[in-house]
């Protein structure tokens, strides 16, 4: 852990209270694991967590209370020196909540059992439409770390090296990651995700003989042979 700011849980906490400018104090849980992120439930935003990026992108005061904890906490997480002067894009900041039944975005029914938590990432002002990869992994390992919210919101499991299952805007994505506590500190060992590959088709493609160069030749050739036979 410790990819931006040095540390895992950059102000040592697994919940911080965050003092926002016009939104008062704010309970998030800081952690940094690939890529810094900020953790917000979306129930603290009258969200259920599974709306599509298109819904909680068009609620325009939403998004502005997002940016507005994300840039705090880039301050707080010394990645900035002020809220103005915080990166677009980094930390980035993600809702999670409990799984439950949902729908994709294809309109695919996404159940609850199918999935341990759910969880929405803002990239770069918008939610994204799956989970950027160092967010999946920041988020897992959060998961794993006990208190947080992200904790809090995961389902409860017996092997903690299991693969996390987040609901996603897109279906289901599997994270995996170890996570330790040695002498009272957590420690991030590894996160890692998991790429599919799939035959996109199978068939025939026509070309043209006069637009290969030496293929009318060797036509010839062996149709001059099988005659002589």
């Known amino acids: 852990g410790g990819a931006g700011t040095g ?16 939104l008062g104090t704010v309970e998030v849980s800081m952690v940094d694991a690939a890529n810094p992120l900020v953790f917000v439930e979306a129930s603290s935003f009258g969200l259920t967590g599974t709306e599509l990026p298109e819904d909680i992108d068009a609620r325009t005061e939403v998004m502005q209370r997002l940016d507005s904890i994300r840039r705090h906490a880039a ?6 020196r002020s809220p103005e002067s915080a990166s677009p894009a980094v930390p980035m900041i993600g809702l999670v909540a409990p799984a439950q039944d949902a729908r994709t975005l294809a309109g695919e029914p996404n159940p609850a059992a199918d999935g341990d938590l759910t969880a929405r990432i ?4 918008n939610i994204h439409r ?5 967010g999946s992994i920041c988020t897992t390992v959060a998961a794993r770390i006990e208190g947080t919210l992200v904790h809090r919101n995961a389902r409860p499991v017996e092997d903690p090296e299991a693969d996390l299952r987040i609901q996603q805007p897109s279906g289901v994505l599997r994270v995996a ?6 002498n009272g500190e957590w420690h991030a060992e590894f996160g890692a995700t998991y ?17 290969v160069p030496g293929l009318l030749s060797l036509r010839s050739a062996r149709s001059g042979g099988e005659r002589a036979a």
Not at 177 to 182: A, D, E, I, W
Not at 195 to 211: E, I, N
């Open 7 to 22: 540390k895992l849980l950059p102000t040592g906490k697994v919940i911080d209270q965050l003092e926002v400018s016009g």
């Open 75 to 80: 301050v707080v997480m010394g990645l900035a």
């Open 122 to 125: 803002v990239s770069s002002g």
């Open 130 to 134: 799956a989970l950027p990869l160092t």
């Open 177 to 182: 990651s170890k996570v330790l506590q040695r």
């Open 195 to 211: 790429r599919t590959q799939r035959r996109l088709f199978d068939g025939f493609v026509y070309v043209p003989a006069a637009r």
